[in-house]
């Protein structure tokens, strides 16, 4: 006989106090204190930090202030101050800027120079070209541009006195535009043969006292034409008003020189190898170039403003072009250029969160032309733009000690050839916090990974020491609660420590205890096992012999029949046991010894017999033929009788079971049960063929009142047909409920 496990009554678990914990809550708050102190002392130290930080902003609040102040008295910050405008984007060499003296003395070589240099105009390349675009503080000055420039060249060819064809010479382009004008000119380079008579050039040394070495330098004029090109015509003259001048320095930029060749030699590596590359030496460039538009201008009626509004529109461009096609020495487009010292690179000195306003106060040239500059205001980079989350921000703030030193605010003065600047510093400590937060959220790691250690110890020794040993302790509480039960037997069936076991000092004590809890364990199953079997037994015997039991009654139905009450005290033993419990597994364990049955015949005679049974009104309709088939005669017979006794409980009175023989195919037989009876819910439809599965609500009114139905007729039905090699089902189907037998035919 099959029998499944029996399952043991669960477990009752008493209640522990704190004291049996005591261990496991020192354990937690050792943890959780060693957290919280971590947390505080993390906390402690960004308040001090950030009480310091605020302390050392506010002491550099001024120094930041006169860092300012100094920028601004000096040349490069007076001229930014003239020129508020001045931009920083690839256009920077070619707008003009607005000089703080009227005019550049631009024939005498060191005057220009200097002027370039203390002015701070100069825009700067990466080859040490550099060049300044300006115009004087005066409108009255001849409104002109000033070009003075510095630059690496190698020896110049002149122009020859003459000489319309420009494309062998070295020669400058120049070219402004403006409001819509574009004025060129093309100014070739003409030596000076007596450099004594060059305006402002200091008188030459004789010639004795000139080393023989010594490389010969080059001074000339850069005489100005209208550009038509590389070719002057006959008739073409030197604008009057564009001056021009080129001063060429006598040493090599190098290690050694040539005079004779105008090279310069470096030495390299090899033994008695030399490189030769051309001579390049210093030049500077000074070019005056009119603008017909400012002259127009002085006759206008107001007074022009100066500069010009639009200064900043106007685009000037410097080309020092070599002999031939070649690309050009020098191109003030060239990208690449440093611009000149601008407001916008006071930015840099700014803490983030910091404003600078700087304010026109008076001036000369305020009064001139009745307007003043507009303030200018400067702001350092964006505290919101440093990476810090907002919690951490917002926890900065609520930190206590905080906002100590107040609102910051400084002023100081400036004061230029053009008037006076006031400028107002306001700081912020909402940068001071930004930056702390953004320095605290690199630390936080620190913190977290701290933190994080924590917590990955307390779980490891929770998981694998503290809750086990909590689980033990409650188990062992009930082990010893439930055995002062008299019916211990029936209390161990939730207690087990088998997944505590391990290697361990706890995990070796679990597992003896769990070998000692199975022992015991299998001992109470064997116990129920044997009692079920026995009564599981005892229920199937009941079960098969109450079907001839009901026969018999039938037969000697009489009270005068001496059988009768024989028959009867049967009965009520056989119902007395079978009552005990479910004989399921008697069933499924039986065995049939399955031979070849004609089914016609057998069903014939079960339809003339059935009211033996107490089955009335059972039709058969015969095949007309003999149909063999493979089954066992007497558990047939119950199968059948079965079914028909529970079409017989739901039919309605009177109405007929009829009994059809199918022939599916050449291997099956189907044997076919109606009953008119009501139809069956399609989620009990398999369900019905379970073991206990029965219906309360069916009127058994005509059953025998001390018969009790255990919903097994049809689990007896199932279980005889599969091991008959057959099948049966259920289905619904119009005016009742039809079983179908599936039987295998026989040979």
Same mark, same amino acid.
Request: glycine fraction near 8%; aromatic fraction near 6%; hydrophobic fraction near 40%.
């Given at each position: 006989?099959?029998?499944?496990?029996?399952?043991?009554?669960?477990?009752?678990?008493?209640?522990?106090?704190?004291?049996?914990?005591?261990?496991?809550?020192?354990?937690?708050?050792?943890?959780?204190?060693?957290?919280?102190?971590?947390?505080?002392?993390?906390?402690?130290?960004?308040?001090?930090?950030?009480?310091?930080?605020?302390?050392?902003?506010?002491?550099?609040?001024?120094?930041?202030?006169?860092?300012?102040?100094?920028?601004?008295?000096?040349?490069?910050?007076?001229?930014?101050?003239?020129?508020?405008?001045?931009?920083?984007?690839?256009?920077?060499?070619?707008?003009?800027?607005?000089?703080?003296?009227?005019?550049?003395?631009?024939?005498?070589?060191?005057?220009?120079?200097?002027?370039?240099?203390?002015?701070?105009?100069?825009?700067?390349?990466?080859?040490?070209?550099?060049?300044?675009?300006?115009?004087?503080?005066?409108?009255?000055?001849?409104?002109?541009?000033?070009?003075?420039?510095?630059?690496?060249?190698?020896?110049?060819?002149?122009?020859?006195?003459?000489?319309?064809?420009?494309?062998?010479?070295?020669?400058?382009?120049?070219?402004?535009?403006?409001?819509?004008?574009?004025? /060129?000119?093309?100014?070739?380079?003409?030596?000076?043969?007596?450099?004594?008579?060059?305006?402002?050039?200091?008188?030459?040394?004789?010639?004795? #006292?000139?080393?023989?070495?010594?490389?010969?330098?080059?001074?000339?004029?850069?005489?100005?034409?209208?550009?038509?090109?590389?070719?002057?015509?006959?008739?073409?003259?030197?604008?009057?008003?564009?001056?021009?001048?080129?001063?060429?320095?006598?040493?090599?930029?190098?290690?050694?020189?040539?005079?004779?060749?105008?090279?310069?030699?470096?030495?390299?590596?090899?033994?008695?190898?030399?490189?030769?590359?051309?001579?390049?030496?210093?030049?500077?460039?000074?070019?005056?170039?009119?603008?017909?538009?400012?002259?127009?201008?002085?006759?206008?009626?107001?007074?022009?403003?100066?500069?010009?509004?639009?200064?900043?529109?106007?685009?000037?461009?410097?080309?020092?072009?070599?002999?031939?096609?070649?690309?050009?020495?020098?191109?003030?487009?060239?990208?690449?250029?440093?611009?000149?010292?601008?407001?916008?690179?006071?930015?840099?000195?700014?803490?983030?969160?910091?404003?600078?306003?700087?304010?026109?106060?008076?001036?000369?040239?305020?009064?001139?032309?009745?307007?003043?500059?507009?303030?200018?205001?400067?702001?350092?980079?964006?505290?919101?733009?440093?990476?810090?989350?907002?919690?951490?921000?917002?926890?900065?703030?609520?930190?206590?000690?905080?906002?100590?030193?107040?609102?910051?605010?400084?002023?100081?003065?400036?004061? #230029?050839?053009?008037?006076?600047?006031?400028?107002?510093?306001?700081?912020?400590?909402?940068?001071?916090?930004?930056?702390?937060?953004?320095?605290?959220?690199?630390?936080?790691?620190?913190?977290?990974?701290?933190?994080?250690?924590?917590?990955?110890?307390?779980?490891?020794?929770?998981?694998?020491?503290?809750?086990?040993?909590?689980?033990?302790?409650?188990?062992?509480?009930?082990?010893?609660?439930?055995?002062?039960?008299?019916?211990?037997?029936?209390?161990?069936?939730?207690?087990?420590?088998?997944?505590?076991?391990?290697?361990?000092?706890?995990?070796?004590?679990?597992?003896?205890?769990?070998?000692?809890?199975?022992?015991?364990?299998?001992?109470?199953?064997?116990?129920?096992?044997?009692?079920?079997?026995?009564?599981?037994?005892?229920? #199937?015997?009941?079960?098969?012999?109450?079907?001839?039991? /009901?026969?018999?009654?039938?037969?000697?139905?009489?009270?005068?029949?001496?059988?009768?009450?024989?028959?009867?005290?049967?009965?009520? #033993?056989?119902?007395?046991?079978?009552?005990?419990?479910?004989?399921?597994?008697?069933?499924?364990?039986?065995?049939?010894?399955?031979?070849?049955?004609?089914?016609?015949?057998?069903?014939?005679?079960?339809?003339?017999?059935?009211?033996?049974?107490?089955?009335?009104?059972?039709?058969?309709?015969?095949?007309?033929?003999?149909?063999?088939?493979?089954?066992?005669?007497?558990?047939?017979?119950?199968?059948?009788?079965?079914?028909?006794?529970?079409?017989?409980?739901?039919?309605?009175?009177?109405?007929?079971?009829?009994?059809?023989?199918?022939?599916?195919?050449?291997?099956?037989?189907?044997?076919?049960?109606?009953?008119?009876?009501?139809?069956?819910?399609?989620?009990?439809?398999?369900?019905?063929?379970?073991?206990?599965?029965?219906?309360?609500?069916?009127?058994?009114?005509?059953?025998?009142?001390?018969?009790?139905?255990?919903?097994?007729?049809?689990?007896?039905?199932?279980?005889?047909?599969?091991?008959?090699?057959?099948?049966?089902?259920?289905?619904?189907?119009?005016?009742?409920?039809?079983?179908?037998?599936?039987?295998?035919?026989?040979?």
């Amino acid at each position: 006989m099959k029998l499944g496990p029996v399952e043991l009554p669960a477990l009752d678990v008493p209640r522990l106090g704190l004291a049996a914990f005591r261990r496991r809550l020192v354990f937690h708050g050792v943890f959780l204190l060693l957290a919280l102190s971590t947390l505080a002392l993390a906390l402690l130290l960004l308040s001090e930090e950030r009480q310091r930080s605020q302390q050392r902003y506010a002491q550099g609040f001024r120094k930041t202030l006169g860092e300012v102040a100094a920028q601004l008295r000096h040349p490069a910050g007076q001229l930014a101050l003239l020129n508020p405008g001045l931009g920083q984007g690839p256009e920077a060499a070619q707008v003009p800027l607005r000089l703080p003296y009227a005019a550049i003395d631009f024939d005498d070589p060191n005057k220009a120079r200097q002027a370039m240099e203390l002015a701070g105009c100069g825009v700067r390349w990466r080859n040490g070209d550099s060049l300044c675009v300006a115009v004087g503080s005066n409108a009255y000055a001849g409104g002109f541009v000033y070009l003075v420039g510095l630059l690496d060249t190698p020896p110049l060819q002149p122009r020859e006195q003459g000489s319309i064809e420009l494309s062998a010479v070295h020669r400058a382009r120049v070219s402004v535009d403006y409001r819509g004008q574009v004025s /060129q000119w093309v100014a070739p380079f003409e030596r000076l043969e007596r450099p004594e008579r060059e305006p402002g050039a200091a008188r030459p040394e004789p010639p004795e #006292a000139t080393p023989a070495a010594a490389p010969a330098a080059q001074r000339g004029r850069l005489t100005g034409f209208v550009d038509h090109g590389d070719r002057l015509e006959v008739r073409d003259r030197p604008v009057r008003d564009f001056r021009g001048w080129l001063w060429q320095e006598g040493p090599c930029i190098g290690i050694g020189t040539s005079t004779s060749t105008g090279t310069s030699t470096t030495a390299s590596t090899g033994p008695d190898t030399r490189t030769t590359e051309p001579c390049r030496r210093r030049t500077l460039i000074s070019i005056r170039l009119p603008v017909e538009v400012f002259r127009e201008a002085l006759f206008a009626r107001p007074a022009p403003a100066w500069p010009p509004a639009d200064l900043a529109q106007m685009r000037v461009r410097l080309r020092l072009l070599p002999p031939g096609d070649a690309a050009p020495l020098f191109d003030s487009t060239t990208p690449g250029a440093a611009p000149a010292f601008t407001l916008h690179d006071l930015r840099a000195g700014l803490a983030p969160g910091e404003t600078l306003r700087i304010e026109h106060v008076a001036g000369s040239s305020a009064k001139a032309t009745g307007q003043a500059p507009a303030p200018i205001t400067l702001r350092g980079a964006s505290a919101e733009a440093l990476p810090a989350p907002h919690w951490l921000l917002a926890l900065i703030r609520r930190l206590p000690g905080a906002d100590a030193v107040g609102p910051l605010q400084a002023t100081d003065t400036v004061d #230029a050839s053009h008037g006076r600047y006031r400028l107002v510093l306001d700081g912020s400590l909402e940068a001071v916090d930004q930056g702390l937060a953004a320095t605290a959220t690199r630390l936080s790691w620190i913190v977290g990974a701290m933190l994080a250690a924590i917590g990955l110890a307390w779980l490891t020794i929770e998981v694998g020491l503290i809750r086990r040993v909590a689980v033990l302790t409650r188990r062992a509480a009930a082990v010893s609660y439930n055995m002062q039960d008299p019916q211990v037997d029936r209390r161990l069936g939730d207690l087990n420590v088998a997944d505590l076991r391990g290697k361990d000092e706890l995990g070796i004590l679990a597992g003896s205890l769990a070998d000692l809890l199975q022992r015991v364990k299998d001992s109470l199953r064997r116990e129920h096992i044997r009692a079920e079997q026995e009564r599981d037994m005892w229920h #199937a015997v009941g079960h098969e012999i109450m079907s001839p039991l /009901q026969s018999l009654m039938v037969l000697h139905g009489d009270p005068a029949d001496p059988s009768h009450r024989y028959v009867q005290r049967m009965q009520q #033993a056989v119902r007395v046991l079978y009552g005990t419990a479910s004989p399921g597994e008697a069933i499924e364990s039986a065995t049939l010894e399955v031979g070849t049955l004609e089914l016609d015949e057998f069903l014939r005679h079960v339809a003339d017999n059935a009211h033996f049974a107490g089955i009335e009104g059972v039709h058969y309709a015969s095949a007309g033929r003999p149909v063999p088939v493979r089954a066992e005669a007497y558990s047939l017979e119950d199968v059948v009788t079965h079914v028909m006794r529970n079409a017989d409980r739901y039919r309605p009175p009177g109405t007929p079971i009829t009994l059809s023989l199918d022939l599916a195919d050449d291997t099956t037989a189907r044997v076919r049960i109606h009953n008119p009876g009501p139809a069956i819910a399609p989620d009990a439809i398999e369900r019905i063929f379970e073991y206990g599965v029965t219906d309360p609500g069916a009127d058994d009114s005509d059953a025998d009142p001390q018969r009790e139905r255990r919903g097994q007729g049809l689990f007896v039905a199932r279980t005889y047909m599969a091991k008959m090699g057959g099948t049966i089902r259920a289905e619904n189907v119009e005016g009742g409920v039809v079983f179908t037998l599936g039987l295998a035919r026989a040979a």
